[in-house]
């Protein structure tokens, strides 16, 4: 199984400024095969951003992926406050999917 | 519109089986896998399984396998998450969720999630 470590656990910053979230997998994946997922309180997750670094339909620029091999990234340019949210990202390259243990964004 | 419809929130006791429904509309149900995932309160999201609907194929999460049963049912458009030998640690709120691109590729969209919770 292809264990994803987010890092960090929490982030706590204010509107107007850039996040960068951390994703590391056990083992190298193809970066077709990853995914990030946002969660609002109450509602299910939403996707993202998907083949590492390609934005959902409907996904404002200010989100943004990258990454390949074992490391990728979530970085969102400019918060909004809508933004602040929990964060996870989510491998589908194997036989089995897992989900990282997720980041949440706080507002400071 | 695509749109998924779980069903309502279930209380179980422990050694129990619940079952819920996840109904969809707005596409070919036949088409694309479905999967379930499991979100315990205040934990993050674990995969469960998925079925291809055109067929009944399943596929299980290692953690579940044994005691979970993902079926589909085209009349109406329906997935169904039966989960035996309930624990306490089976309280979570279980969404199922469309895959589009083949059998393991993202999820989008979501259901709304069902509340199971086990409790004596």
């Known amino acids: ?108 | 519109e695509v749109q998924l419809v779980q069903s309502g929130a279930e209380v179980k006791k422990p050694g129990t089986t619940v079952k819920i429904s996840c109904m969809v509309s707005g596409y070919t149900f036949t088409d694309y896998y479905m999967h379930w995932v499991q979100q315990a309160p205040g934990k993050g999201l674990e995969w469960v399984g998925l079925v291809d609907p055109e067929d009944g194929e399943t596929i299980y999460a290692e953690k579940f396998q044994g005691r979970v049963t993902i079926t589909a049912d085209t009349s109406p458009d329906t997935t169904y998450m039966e989960l035996t030998r309930l624990t306490s640690e089976d309280t979570a709120v279980y969404y199922c969720a469309i895959c589009y691109f083949g059998r393991f590729n993202r999820f989008d969209p979501w259901g709304q999630g069902t509340l199971v919770t086990v409790s004596s």
């Open chain 1, 1 to 108: 199984e292809i264990v994803l470590t987010q890092s960090p656990g929490t982030l706590s910053l204010s509107p107007g400024e850039r996040a960068t979230l951390s994703c590391r997998a056990s083992q190298r994946l193809s970066s077709t095969y990853l995914a990030w997922y946002q969660q609002k309180p109450g509602q299910p997750p939403s996707l993202l951003i998907y083949g590492a670094s390609t934005r959902a339909t409907g996904i404002p620029d200010r989100f943004s992926g990258s990454g390949s091999g074992t490391d990728f990234t979530l970085t969102i340019s400019r918060l909004e406050p809508e933004d602040f949210a929990v964060y996870y990202c989510q491998q589908y390259g194997g036989s089995q999917i897992t989900f990282g243990q997720g980041t949440r964004l706080e507002i400071k």
